[in-house]
């Protein structure tokens, strides 16, 4: 616990932050990972050496490099997948695709979540009662075999899947944001705005929001790693992305098969996925910690 | 500390608690696959599972040879024809079923007369409705009677008319809408195996029947104990077989195949089945695009993809490409017919020519073996036809392609294990909702075959229809598809092409 | 408190009625249902048949009431595929994966209170960061990649647990932990947070002062006031894992009701699906409430609110 020196020359609590934040090594060490990893999804077309659509049968299942196996080259890096498509180029791609599950069905889930759960905290009374029901609504409710139920009936696409993804996923953000707009409310500038007579979305967007956000920064990362292994989930049981895009759930499913044999067909994504879901956990946590710390455990 | 000694009283626990693993040593032959049998009936649950089952508590009247392609005797020990419509049966003496009473023409007739009549609803019609009824002549003679010439009514006796004792479904209790509800009847019958213990849905155990007549084509039986699993998960019937767990199992994936022959310990072997890939087209154009009702993006098609490749490198050795609407080794079948090689040059030339120099986009219906479509979808690729896959569970794809939304559906038909082209061309080519070309030429030719019981005469009928429709690629016919097997290496087992395995016929070494 | 109960029983009563709603609304997500359930060679015939069996052909408000006044009496509707009543498959099953659930529960306590009590006891330290590591590592890992990793060490290599089944307790062994592992974080933080907050309590140092043993101070007094919270989380999570079983059943051959789930889903049959989905929010609403009740019963605070 650092103590606050009540000078002059006291930094300002978001400069205080930063410094904490540069400071946590969790945090750094999360951030780095995710900023590596979608500066790989962005430059993806310049960093692939092959096309990760391209099959060519002839050449399936060709071992990464360090193996010890006359199939192994150097123009396959990590291999080839059961289709003869590059392993490495598709994990480059498949980046890019984890990366846009988690971050769309993050954003859906968060506008829902956040909506709902800013009301919620903000009206009080019936509005909240209306909300927390909802909430509790959807907390009972099974969220794979609900997502694989209406997958199955309407038919996976990627569309379909970041849809209900993000129509599920929306409850924990609802909960925070439902505390954190009831700590704000009380405050004093609060009052004074409503005083002054600003309108109430004015006073949601200009002074209730820009308090809360750290919050909302920081269940969005735990959110956008939860997508993206629900991803993975629906993938192994054939109702999440389609073939042949290569989405890191779906290229660990397709790997499944193999596993006991090959296992660098499922580790290499799967490790990918893990570092990913990982360096998200720690990020989401190291936030927590450096703008939040009550909220911890 | 507490949690330390616990965990090594666990470890230690651990180790004395794997169950007895119950193969050659005691006389039990394990088998799982990925389905559940929630019913052990042969007419009440429509699954391949107890096609095989049906074979071991059952018995047909004859049962088909594989290798003379002929019907020997089983419960009839001979018949004769009474013109088409028409067949008396000379019925085996001395036979009993499970439960002690003796095999007569009344179990013939009462099997026959449940089936056809409707008010018991029995599924697939398709296996009992060519029969009218059943005429006792005395009590080891029977007559059987048929709405119309049938070609494949053998075919039907031996794999899946099963003979029930008289008065087996009465039994049925009361189901939750009032009817009698006939899976609950106990199964009985008079074949090589009997079932010892059962739980819906998850297991069902065989053993012997140490009375089963001698001299049938199914012969005597070897192996004590037949238990069947279900075991949904690939990878788990995997370790299963490399731990000893699982005896035997079928449908495992070719790479998986692969590796499990090469590690020596379990026997693998690929085995051709009767169903053959194939790929329909919307040729009236109902769907959302019209490009395939264009002869000339059919053809496209037909040279973009590199079906040989596929039946090689995934499908298996003993897969086939074929070019005509049936399997090869089915009666009535010809690949003299127009054939299309792979050439992509002639395929994009061929759609510039069609009016879609640059590719076009389109939905590709598929439902099983993803790889394959996902191959399909890479050729296509390289021509410039970018296909977007729309995986579908088989009942839901069949509305969509009933109701002719599909532009393409990569489909696949094991015509019942029936190895004759009336079980397939048949089907798809008379008119109806599976008919993608509903083509009046195409459809009398295939009639003519039908209904005819002169066999050249049938060739020729169906060599018209075959001809017909690989001209104007109606279907783009793919590949045979091959199964291949995985099982213990203390065990004598001989898969054959119906996809109905003989456990009756296998042995320990 | 009995107010707070009955409150609290009246909202879980409302929950319940929102969720069969919704759950009955997925009939209608194909659009008809009586081609769902019909399937390929379904006939008009055959179509009105289902559709008159199953009532498809009354006003949807009908239908609903009908459904959820059955579903009351028991009657959770008939299975198209199985051609029995779905309550029968399903209380045939969910013994399974009720032993499964509580087994896995009991490992992720197991694991995760000690290693919550462990890290309380130095907070921020090595070992503390070890405990969380411990609980985060699994929590990245898809669920199905950790269980056939699992399969191929402890039965493929090294032979020292069975394969697949429920016939023995060593059956039970790694799905329980394949399982439970997702729980384990949540409970762990839970149980460090609230041992802090207890371990600085006046109550705790007026123990210590009079002497009471290091191990008596963390488990008999601190351990049993931490426990409260993560006892009610742990009845949640119970029914969370009854709903997150598909995998793990499909993976490991055990009948319950995931599995089920699973096969229902892939064969459309519709009543099934429903009425799992439903059993299984009924369940984790009443869990729920009996959280609520008993943290009310242990903390007086909440009584009065």
Redesign the interface.
């Known amino acids: 616990m650092s103590e606050v020196t009540a000078t002059s020359t006291a930094l300002s609590p978001r400069r205080m932050m930063l410094k904490q934040a540069l400071r946590h090594r969790g945090l750094l060490f999360g951030g780095f990972i995710v900023v590596t990893i979608v500066l790989i999804a962005i430059f993806a077309p310049f960093l692939a050496p092959h096309d990760g659509y391209e099959q060519v049968l002839s050449r399936k299942l060709i071992p990464p490099v360090w193996f010890d196996s006359p199939k192994a080259t150097w123009d396959h890096i990590l291999g080839t997948d059961h289709l003869g498509r590059d392993y490495l180029s598709r994990l480059i791609y498949g980046a890019r695709i984890s990366l846009m599950i988690g971050f769309s069905a993050m954003l859906i889930s968060g506008v829902i979540g956040t909506t709902l759960g800013v009301c919620a905290g903000y009206f009080g009374g019936k509005v909240d009662l209306v909300i927390s029901f909802l909430i509790t609504t959807r907390l009972s409710m099974p969220v794979v075999l609900v997502a694989l139920a209406v997958v199955s009936l309407v038919g996976s696409s990627l569309t379909v899947v970041i849809l209900v993804l993000g129509f599920l996923i929306w409850d924990r953000f609802a909960v925070v944001m439902r505390s954190a707009t009831q700590q704000v409310r009380n405050l004093d500038f609060i009052a004074s705005a409503e005083a002054l007579g600003s309108s109430t979305p004015r006073i949601l967007f200009v002074e209730v929001l820009p308090n809360v956000a750290n919050h909302i920064i920081v269940i969005a990362t735990l959110e956008m790693a939860h997508a993206i292994l629900l991803e993975a989930a629906l993938s192994f049981l054939g109702l999440g992305v389609q073939p042949p895009d290569p989405s890191w759930g779906l290229m660990i499913a397709d790997a499944k098969g193999l596993m006991f044999f090959d296992g660098w067909l499922i580790a290499i994504p799967g490790t990918a996925l893990f570092l990913l879901i990982l360096a998200i956990n720690l990020l989401g946590d190291g936030l927590r910690d450096v703008t939040a710390p009550e909220n911890r455990g | 500390m507490k ?1 330390v000694k616990t965990s090594v009283l666990f ?1 230690l ?3 004395t ?3 007895a693993i119950a193969d050659k040593s005691d006389d039990t032959l394990n088998w799982a696959t990925d389905k ?1 049998v ?2 052990v009936d042969p007419y ?1 649950s429509v699954t391949r599972e107890l096609i095989v089952m049906g074979q071991m508590g059952w018995d047909g009247l004859v049962l088909y040879n594989n290798e003379t392609r002929e019907f020997d005797p089983l419960l009839a020990t001979s018949w004769k024809w009474d013109g088409n419509t028409a067949v008396e049966f000379k019925l085996r003496e001395g036979v009993v079923f499970h439960d002690g009473s003796a095999f007569t023409a009344d179990d013939v007739i009462y099997t026959v007369d449940f089936l056809v009549n409707e008010a018991n609803g029995v599924p697939a019609k398709s296996i009992y409705n060519w029969m009218k009824k059943a005429t006792k002549i005395d009590d080891l003679t029977v007559r059987i009677e048929l709405n119309a010439p049938t070609a494949t009514a053998f075919n039907y006796l031996s794999n899946e008319i099963m003979i029930m004792p008289e008065g087996h479904y009465d039994k049925a209790s009361e ?3 009032g009817k009698k ?1 006939f ?1 609950t009847v106990t199964p009985n019958g008079t074949g090589p195996y009997k079932v010892s213990e059962s739980k ?3 297991f069902v155990k065989w053993e012997i029947n140490d009375a089963y007549f001698e001299g049938g084509a199914k012969g005597t039986p070897q192996i004590g104990n037949v238990n069947f ?8 019937q ?3 077989l ?2 000893g ?1 699982l005896d035997w199992a079928w449908d495992v ?1 070719q ?2 195949a692969i ?1 499990l022959d090469e590690s020596g310990k379990v026997t693998v072997t690929n085995e051709k089945t009767m169903r053959i890939s194939y790929i329909a087209f919307d040729i009236d154009g109902s769907s959302n695009t019209d490009a395939f009702t264009n002869k000339l993006v059919r053809q496209a098609m037909a040279h973009a993809i ?1 079906r040989e ?2 039946a090689t ?2 499908v298996g050795p003993a897969s086939v490409v074929i070019h005509s609407a049936c399997h090869p080794d089915q009666f009535g079948c010809t690949e003299d017919v127009t054939q299309y090689e792979y050439d992509p040059q002639k395929a994009k030339a061929l759609l510039a020519e069609a009016g879609y120099p640059d590719g076009f986009e389109f939905d590709f219906y598929g439902y099983r073996q ?2 394959f479509s ?2 399909v ?3 296509l ?2 021509v410039g036809i970018r296909a ?9 794809l ?2 969509e392609v009933h109701a002719g939304k599909t532009p393409i559906n990569h489909m696949t038909w094991g015509s019942g294990s029936i190895p004759d082209v009336a079980a397939i061309t048949s089907h798809f080519f008379k008119g109806g909702p599976d008919d993608p070309a509903n083509d009046p030429l195409t459809a009398a030719a295939i009639e003519r075959g039908d209904t005819s019981v002169d066999p050249a005469e049938r060739e020729v009928a169906y060599a018209e229809a075959l001809g017909i429709i690989s001209e104007e690629l109606y279907w783009l016919p793919m590949f045979t598809y091959t199964k291949y097997y995985a099982f213990s290496n203390d065990l004598n087992f001989v898969p054959t092409p119906d996809e109905i395995p003989r456990f009756y016929s296998a042995s320990w070494k | 408190m009995l107010a707070y109960l009955f409150k609290r029983l009246i909202s879980a009563l409302l929950v319940a009625l929102t969720v069969s709603a919704i759950t009955f609304s997925m009939t209608f997500l194909t659009g008809d249902p009586a081609i769902t359930l019909g399937g390929e060679t379904a006939t008009q015939e055959d179509l009105a048949t289902i559709r008159e069996f199953y009532g498809y052909d009354k006003p949807i408000p009908v239908q609903f009431f009908n459904w959820l006044g059955n579903a009351v009496q028991g009657d959770l509707g008939h299975s198209h595929y199985l051609n029995q009543p779905v309550a029968t498959e399903i209380f045939t099953r969910l013994p399974t994966t009720m032993t499964l659930g509580f087994c896995a529960l009991l490992f992720a306590l197991v694991l995760a209170i000690p290693l919550g009590v462990v890290a309380a006891i130095r907070p921020n330290s090595l070992l503390d960061r070890i405990a969380l590591g411990v609980a985060v590592v699994g929590q990245a890992m898809p669920s199905f990649w950790f269980a056939l990793t699992m399969m191929l060490w402890f039965s493929i290599n090294w032979g020292i647990l069975p394969v697949s089944g429920t016939d023995t307790w060593a059956h039970f062994v790694m799905p329980s932990i394949a399982l439970g592992y997702y729980i384990t974080p949540g409970v762990m933080r839970l149980t460090r947070a609230g041992m802090l907050e207890v371990l600085q309590s006046d109550y705790i140092r007026t123990a210590r002062a009079k002497g009471v043993s290091r191990f008596s101070l963390l488990f008999k007094h601190a351990l049993r006031n931490a426990i409260i919270p993560v006892v009610s989380l742990a009845a949640v999570q119970f029914g969370f894992m009854l709903g997150g079983s598909i995998v793990i059943e499909t993976i490991f051959a055990i009948n319950g009701l995931g599995f089920l789930a699973w096969e229902s889903i892939q064969r459309a049959d519709l009543p099934m699906m429903q009425a799992i989905v439903l059993i299984l929010s009924l369940f984790y609403i009443m869990l729920t409430y009996f959280a609520d009740a008993m943290n009310a019963w242990l903390d007086p605070r909440i009584r009065v609110a």
């Open positions: 949690s470890a626990f651990a180790m608690a794997l169950p559940e929630a019913v009440f189901g939750a809408d509800d899976t819906p849905g998850d699993r279900t075991i949904a998960e690939s990878n788990t995997l370790a299963e490399l731990t767990g994936p790479e998986q590796r590199n490749a596929i490198e995934l993803r790889e996902e191959a979808i890479g050729d690729a390289a977007n896959l729309n995986w579908m569970q088989y009942r839901a069949l509305a």
